[in-house]
């Protein structure tokens, strides 16, 4: 079993920043990718930005420039850098894994979610 904690949740006013962090820990034996999403009420949960465990990254539209998905191999770790921040990233994050258990089974985990509040 693969657990994630997710961490760097908070409020913060427009135009500031804050940093997640992702950690996995468990049976791991792989992570092949390392992701955010993000649900805001009433809404379905959406990709935010995914990285691979070779260091390509992918975001959304709506973050590009904004914000920034980096990894740590060693620590099994993921980090999501928010800049420039508006109401409207007003969200839940949810860290992904997704990779290859300890017996060399394939697994996806979901973190328990860090709330994120920006106010104008």
């Known amino acids: 079993q693969v657990q994630l904690l997710e961490s760097g949740g908070g409020l913060v006013q427009a135009v500031g920043s804050l940093r997640l962090s992702c950690a996995a820990s468990?049976?791991?034996?792989?992570?092949?990718?390392m992701a955010w999403y993000s649900q805001s009420p009433g809404k379905q949960r959406e990709l935010v930005a995914v990285i691979s465990s070779g260091g390509s990254t992918n975001y959304a539209t709506s973050v590009k420039g904004r914000f920034t998905i980096s990894r740590d191999n060693a620590k099994n770790t993921a980090y999501l850098q928010m800049n420039s921040l508006k109401p409207e990233d007003t969200a839940v994050y949810y860290c992904n894994a997704a990779g290859y258990n300890d017996y060399v089974r394939p697994f996806a985990s979901w973190g328990q979610g860090t709330q994120v509040t920006v106010s104008s």
């Open positions: 468990g049976s791991i034996f792989s992570i092949n990718s």
